[in-house]
Structures are given as structure tokens and as C-alpha cells.
């Protein structure tokens, strides 16, 4: 599609497209890669990407498998959608077949094709994953969004579901609960989930349970809601975020066996548009979901790695009235600056999107603001992913040392130091305020 002169997208562009920016997480790359470009330093707390390699024994599979070249079944490649199954009945108690999954290329694109086929309002917690709404804007469903309060950890409560449902009881819904959360990195305790759980059945939604970080918890002790309301659980999970695989594009839902009509009802869509997934990259994904030793001790440390690294950071911003959640999975933090707020507003900065421009510029710290998660634009959040450093190298660190031992300050300062000065630099340019 071509532009008009002035750069902007020609009128006949399909009005649920129009004014659609890039994805704030790639816009925020493509930046920092252009101040890298220009000979700047960059600190880059905006795009959510593993800094650890893909383990060595999954690597390996798909090298094994790089000569398989034939289109696989649109469902998936039946091995691996067992194996997936599999994974699924130990780590979650599901009682789940090979028939019950679906693979695509991505999460991403699953929640985008589930939108597509089910009829149903989408409503999302907010802050929330920079693609969720988006992609019901392309898609033309309405959008309900649920606000959060950070005493909550910025987390989706009971209450607030049931009074969203009960405006409309017999309305179809569909309700994202993505957890360790994108972008706060907290998760939720079991009551929590219990409760959420019995409010979605009597109301009958349909939960689409993004877990991509669920193995990124960061004691390894992430429950699936799927636990709770089989019945009306669609569990979303993939490579990308604790398998390091991001670029390898592979994502996985799981259905209750009574919602194989909708599954199906995507897989026939997903045959007019991807048609399968990469044949490579699944049969790598076998060894993947399969687990064993290696993946053990890789999670382990990554793990490890993340938490420690998080609770540092958080621990640092905090001391300076800085508030947030704890860190409880994944690799980003939700900070709240409104502290702040009278000294930002006399240096002409009222909004969590020129505060984010003013940090980058005079510091080179590149994070996002709240408002890019759907929170107001005055409230004075940004979402950092405290991802630049070379996961490699911490990696094989992490691993020489005692499974028991805690990463001290010295070992985040020799391994994840880029990210230590970040926040010491984000500290320091409030403070100077």
C-alpha cells in the first residue's frame, strides 16, 4: 500500500486500519537501533526479548530437522501437538489431546485468528500487552477495558470482571489474562485465581490464558488457571519468551474438547492465510516441550538470573519513591513515577509519553510509556524489560555456580551491568530533577 505525499495512509485504507501505528515494542527497537546507528549509547528497556540463546540440545533438534521441507497439516505437526499435550497433563493436570491442540506462527497470531472467528467482545485488563486491542480494532470487536489499580499489583480482580459481565450477562465475551504479567511482571496467588475462575464460569466467558511466561516464573512455581475452568480455558503458550525462540515464531492454545468447533473454525481460517507453521521449527519444538535435563538446568539459572536481576532494579527504584510491583516472572517492571509529577510538570513534562522522550534523549534509556499498555497518558508509568545484557554470558556464569547460591550485586554488576547503569540512570535523572 502506497502513501499519499504528505506520508499519510490513503483514505481508501480499510477504517479499522487506519491510524494504526507499528507495534510500540518494534517501533521502540527500530529507534534504539537508529541511535545505535548514530554513534549513541542506548540502554534498551523497550522490546520484551529473551537475552538468552535457544538451549544447545533444542538448537541442536533443528539442525537435525532442516531438511524437512513439506507442508505439515494446518493443525500442526501431530507429534508435536502430543507432546504439547503431554506437557500439558504434567505441568497443569489437563486432560488434554493432541486433538485439542492448535499450532501458528506466534501466540501472537492465534489471539489475532481466536478474535477473527469468535463472535464476542474482548475485554482486557489494563496495563495490558501492546496487541491485544490492536488487533481487535483490525479485526472490528469491541473492546472492553477493564481498569486496574496498582495496590492490586495492576492485576485483574474478581470484582472487576463480575461487574463488567453483569452490565450484560448473556453477551459473549472473550477475556485476556496474561500471567506473569506484560507488562508489570507480577502474577497471581491461587485464591486469585480460584475466584477469577468461578466468576468466569457463571458468567460463561471464554478465558484465553496467555501463560508465553509461565516457565519464566521465577521460583518455577506457575499454576494455570486452566486448573480451575477447564470448561472455558483456552491455554495460550509458545517459544518465544522462556525458550529464547522469539524469531522462531512458534505459538501453541490448547481447548477444553467441548470448543473443538472453534478450534477448528481457526484452522480453517489459518489454511486460507498461513497455512502450516514452519516444518523445521516444529519438529524442534518436540525436544523442547519434552523437557529433560538440559531444559531443566537451563530454566533453573534463567530463572534465577531474571529474579534476581529484577528484585535488584525494583529494589534500587523503590529507595527513590519510585513505586511498583515486585518482579514475580518474566523480565519487565511497571514503575510509577507520579512521585515525581510537580517536578516533571516544571520541566514542561506532563504525560508518560514525553517523559519516556525526554528520558531517551538525555539519558539513552529506552523504555515505554504506560500509555502504550492502555493506561491514561497523564499517569506516569513505563514498562522497562530489563533484557539487555548478553544472556550467554550471565548464563554459563549463573550455571558454574551453586544451584543454592544467590547472585550477589557483583555478579549483576560483571554480567547485567548495562542494566544496572540504566537504572542507576533513571534514578539519577529523577533525583536531579
Given at each position: ?37 548514530q ?81 464476542g ?18 479485526i ?21 470482571l ?27 496467588t ?109 530454566l ?73 499498555f492502555?493506561?491514561?497518558?497523564e ?55
Amino acid at each position: 500500500m502506497s502513501k499519499n505525499n504528505n506520508g499519510n495512509l490513503p483514505a481508501s485504507l480499510n477504517l479499522n486500519v487506519r491510524g494504526l501505528k507499528t507495534s510500540a515494542t518494534l517501533a521502540i527497537n527500530e529507534v534504539s537501533r537508529q541511535l545505535v546507528s548514530q554513534g549513541k549509547e542506548v540502554y534498551r528497556l523497550g522490546l520484551g526479548q529473551s537475552p538468552f540463546p535457544v538451549p544447545q540440545v533444542v538448537v541442536k533438534a533443528l539442525q537435525e530437522n532442516a531438511f524437512q521441507k513439506d507442508y505439515l497439516p494446518v493443525k500442526g505437526l501431530p507429534e508435536l501437538r502430543a507432546t504439547i499435550a503431554e506437557f500439558n497433563r504434567k505441568a497443569h493436570g489437563l486432560n488434554s489431546t493432541a486433538e485439542d491442540v492448535i499450532i501458528g506462527p506466534g501466540s501472537k497470531e492465534l489471539i489475532f485468528l481466536l478474535q477473527m472467528v469468535y463472535y464476542g467482545d474482548l475485554v482486557i485488563p489494563t496495563p495490558s500487552w501492546v496487541s491485544y486491542s490492536p488487533q481487535a480494532q483490525i479485526i472490528g470487536r469491541p473492546v472492553s477495558w477493564v481498569p486496574t489499580y496498582e495496590k492490586d499489583k495492576w492485576m485483574l480482580t474478581p470484582e472487576k470482571l463480575d461487574i463488567i459481565c453483569r452490565a450484560d450477562p448473556e453477551r459473549p465475551r472473550v477475556v485476556i489474562l496474561n500471567y506473569p504479567n506484560n507488562p508489570t511482571g507480577a502474577t497471581y496467588t491461587l485464591a486469585q485465581l480460584r475466584e477469577i475462575a468461578r466468576v468466569a464460569r457463571k458468567h460463561k466467558v471464554i478465558l484465553v490464558s496467555d501463560e508465553i511466561y509461565g516457565l519464566l516464573h521465577h521460583r518455577g512455581q506457575h499454576v494455570s488457571i486452566s486448573r480451575f475452568y477447564p470448561e472455558g480455558t483456552i491455554l495460550s503458550s509458545g517459544l518465544s519468551k522462556w525458550c529464547g525462540a522469539g524469531g522462531w515464531r512458534l505459538g501453541t492454545f490448547t481447548f477444553p474438547s467441548s470448543m473443538r468447533w472453534l478450534l477448528n473454525a481457526m484452522a480453517t481460517v489459518a489454511s486460507e492465510t498461513y497455512t502450516a507453521t514452519s516444518a523445521p521449527i516444529q519438529y524442534a519444538a518436540i525436544t523442547a516441550f519434552q523437557g529433560g535435563q538440559e531444559i531443566e538446568n537451563y530454566l533453573l539459572f534463567t530463572r534465577k538470573i531474571l529474579g534476581s536481576l529484577g528484585r535488584f532494579i525494583a529494589q534500587s527504584l523503590q529507595k527513590n519513591n519510585i513505586t511498583l510491583p515486585n518482579p514475580e516472572g518474566g523480565f519487565y517492571l511497571f514503575p510509577n513515577f507520579g512521585y515525581y509529577r510537580e517536578k516533571l510538570i516544571r520541566k514542561d513534562i506532563y504525560t508518560s509519553v514525553e517523559m519516556c522522550d525526554v528520558i531517551l534523549k538525555e539519558t539513552g534509556v529506552a523504555m515505554l510509556p504506560g500509555r502504550d499498555f492502555g493506561r491514561q497518558p497523564e499517569e506516569l508509568t513505563v514498562r522497562m524489560a530489563y533484557v539487555d545484557f548478553d544472556g550467554d554470558k550471565a548464563l554459563q556464569a549463573a550455571m558454574a555456580l551453586s544451584p543454592d547460591k544467590p547472585l550477589t550485586e557483583r555478579f549483576l554488576n560483571e554480567y547485567c551491568g548495562k542494566m544496572i547503569r540504566s537504572v542507576n540512570l533513571i534514578n539519577d535523572w529523577f533525583l536531579s530533577l
